[in-house]
């Protein structure tokens, strides 16, 4: 299939490495004994300057030094160095894990509980920790480098990898029964909307029809569940965005990865262990607008930023993206209501409805299936506002019929026929609207 450049685009690799064999208790214990006598013995920080290769090499080779005496390991002896290694420079158990291109989040509940998604399925992984101590010195390898702290006054952390990858980390007392650790994979290749129309998350048609809106500088509200794909729908909606746009994104944490040449990235920040420093997404909402925006992208609308922000989509800002936790496009507005209201101002009811009747012109939701596909289930306009009710029209529908024989969900997502008011928006912007596509509702016939 053709990228956006025209050339083809291939699937990204499929890379699922095999799960170790627990260590018999023997060598486990032999291999912590080397572990613990390379943490003297290694020079830390020269082992920090080398590139990741070489680092990983000069553990494996100073372990294979320690080892060379003992007897019956044969079998076992990768197995023990790549361990070691993973011991010494990473995150232990868990690093097997995240060399796996088809794991996407890593869950640890307890030592001996750990799970994975892969494919939008769970399943229980065969790695395991020695006990709650060992997470808890993961957790330390973890947050220490970031300038983070977690213990029982300050139990939870949320924290982004230098790679890019969300943890979040719950310990005593807020996690009574051990340790957790929920850790959502950086995607390393940013997906097109070339990749989501050939897993189904998109239509060409729906393609077209959201390149247009965007290009015409619609305000776009994506809405879904928690690991539905809204962060990869929004990468994919401001890959549409015109290069000669200023685009200031604001983030918590930065999980974008927007390929226009003139973005400006904003993250907030958590309060420091004294409870100071905070920057909140509010702040640097209003801050964005100082900026020369021509475009403001709001990474997930969580809070009374939802206030400036619609404040900003009311005032000339026209074509801004953001994504809200909701499971229809009506739970989406109500979200967007209630958090304008967090925002301390005495608005009545009717007035914050017509700041979103207002504001936002289309509502994309995804959403999980049964099947652990994700999909969008409906683009809707925000049609206005009739009495205390904001008026929603859905413009494409996804339509289950059944399972196929590998137990997977059949659907088609096609076009209701509707028209929507915001037509003579395209027109402004000189961008052609695509009429004949919602016109058509037969697309995706067998």
């Not at 003297?40 to 000069?58: G, H, K, N, T, Y």
């Not at 007897?71 to 690093?95: H, S, T, Y």
């Not at 973005?263 to 409870?275: I, S």
Request: hydrophobic content about 40%; charged content about 25%; overall charge negative.
């Amino acid at each position: 299939m053709p990228g956006d450049d025209g050339r083809p685009v291939p699937p990204p690799a499929v890379v699922e490495l095999p799960e170790a064999r627990p260590l018999p208790p023997q060598v486990a214990a032999l291999r912590d004994l080397v572990h613990r006598r390379l943490i003297d013995e290694l020079d830390q920080q020269r082992l920090a300057s080398l590139p990741s290769e070489e680092a990983r090499r000069a553990v494996c080779d100073a372990a294979a030094q320690v080892l060379a005496s003992s007897a019956n390991i044969g079998e076992w002896r990768q197995q023990i160095l790549d361990e070691i290694a993973d011991e010494v420079l990473g995150f232990g158990p868990l690093e097997p894990l995240l060399r796996d291109d088809t794991i996407s989040e890593v869950m640890v509940n307890g030592p001996e509980d750990i799970w994975i998604e892969r494919g939008g399925r769970l399943s229980r992984s065969g790695a395991r920790f020695r006990d709650r101590a060992h997470v808890m010195h993961v957790i330390e390898r973890i947050v220490a480098p970031l300038g983070r702290h977690v213990d029982e006054g300050s139990p939870m952390v949320d924290a982004r990898l230098p790679d890019g990858s969300r943890v979040n980390i719950v310990v005593p007392p807020a996690a009574p029964d051990g340790p957790k650790i929920t850790l959502r994979k950086f995607a390393r290749r940013r997906l097109t909307h070339v990749d989501l129309e050939r897993i189904g998350t998109l239509t060409p048609e729906a393609t077209t029809f959201l390149r247009a809106s965007v290009e015409a500088g619609l305000n776009v509200l994506v809405s879904g569940g928690t690991g539905t794909g809204k962060t990869t729908l929004l990468n994919v909606l401001s890959s549409f965005i015109g290069h000669h746009e200023r685009v200031v994104t604001i983030e918590d944490p930065v999980e974008l990865q927007l390929q226009q040449p003139h973005v400006v990235c904003l993250e907030a920040r958590p309060p420091g262990l004294e409870g100071t420093r905070q920057i909140t997404q509010r702040d640097l909402v209003r801050n964005a607008l100082r900026m020369r925006p021509d475009r403001v992208i709001v990474g997930e609308v969580r809070g009374a930023e939802a206030f400036d922000m619609l404040q900003a989509m009311n005032t000339g800002h026209d074509g801004s993206i953001s994504t809200v936790h909701a499971n229809t496009p009506r739970d989406a507005v109500s979200r967007v209501e209630n958090m304008v209201l967090m925002a301390g101002y005495d608005l009545p009811d009717h007035a914050v409805r017509e700041q979103i009747a207002s504001a936002i012109q289309l509502i994309v939701q995804i959403s999980r299936l049964p099947d652990g596909s994700r999909r969008i289930t409906h683009v809707t306009e925000v049609a206005g506002i009739e009495g205390q009710t904001l008026l929603l029209q859905d413009l494409f529908l996804l339509e289950i019929d059944g399972r196929d024989e590998a137990g997977n969900l059949r659907t088609r997502f096609r076009p209701t026929g509707l028209q929507p008011q915001f037509k003579e928006r395209f027109e402004r912007a000189g961008v052609a609207f695509p009429a004949e596509i919602l016109r058509r509702t037969d697309w995706g016939e067998p």
